[in-house]
């Protein structure tokens, strides 16, 4: 199977090692991975802030790119998200019923990983070893906009040698929100003390997300706190194998 890579250009710019994780994943499962070098901002940051009209060019352009891929594959539920749920929301503002029709027609090709590996690959063993305790955060965009529901946990209860812990209160945000930890700083922190208890009372060595913009949140504040807990995401886990 083809499958073109979405990297997202919050990972390309600050998380490199997970498109590479990524990549490393899927070929090990036996699929070709086309990365088109043209692919851009999906127009998240854009649309969230309230420039709605402005993400147009950017859904254009990408719906331009990979208007031949068979499945789309992104390792963030944020930005696969977007695409899902606003780009056709975006076309109806614009009354474009060329770009309306363009949107639908690619829209039910474009998957979150995890959601790829366990709805269209359907494989929950990826022969991934990962020896480690390990907690895992749903992020808010992969539970209420894709609504994966259990896949990325059952791929991590999967794994040899990880010892997969539940956190409670896991489908609290985690204060992120792109822009919003920014123009609302103090009730970003106070919900982000909140995840943290969560994570260090499971006694985990790593905490998991299929967001980087949300463990860079979280991973931040456990790095100052010096908690002894680090962050990962989980096309990192599931591409690690015994060596």
């Known amino acids: 199977m083809r499958v073109a890579f979405f990297i997202t250009c919050f990972n390309d710019t600050l998380f490199p090692e997970v498109g590479q994780a990524t990549v490393r994943l899927l070929e090990r499962l036996g699929h070709t991975v086309d990365f088109p070098l ?27 790119v990979f208007d031949t891929a068979e499945y789309i594959v992104g390792p963030s539920a944020s930005c696969v998200g977007t695409i899902r749920d606003y780009y056709s929301r975006i076309a109806e503002i614009a009354d474009d019923a060329q770009l309306a029709a363009e949107v639908q027609h690619l ?22 070893y990962y020896p480690h305790r390990v907690t895992y955060h749903p992020t808010c965009h992969s539970l209420r906009a894709l609504h994966v529901g259990d896949h990325p946990i059952r ?10 812990v539940e956190l409670p209160r896991a489908a609290e945000c985690c204060g992120f929100g792109g822009t919003f930890a920014i123009k609302n700083a103090d009730t970003s922190i106070a919900m982000l003390s909140d995840k943290l208890r969560c994570v260090l009372d499971t006694h985990a060595e790593v905490c998991v997300a299929a967001d980087t913009s949300c463990l860079m949140h979280i991973g931040g504040a456990l790095s100052r706190q010096r908690a002894g807990v680090r962050t990962a995401h ?6 690690s194998v015994e060596e």
């Open 107 to 128: 829209t039910p090709r474009v998957f979150e990983l995890t959601e790829f590996l366990t709805e269209v690959l359907k494989v929950a063993d990826v022969g991934a």
């Open 234 to 239: 989980i096309a990192e886990v599931l591409a």
């Open 155 to 164: 791929l991590l209860k999967a794994v040899r040698g990880l010892d997969y």
């Open 38 to 64: 043209d692919q851009t901002c999906c127009g998240q940051m854009h649309f969230n802030t309230g420039y709605q009209l402005e993400i147009i060019p950017l859904m254009r352009h990408f719906v331009r």
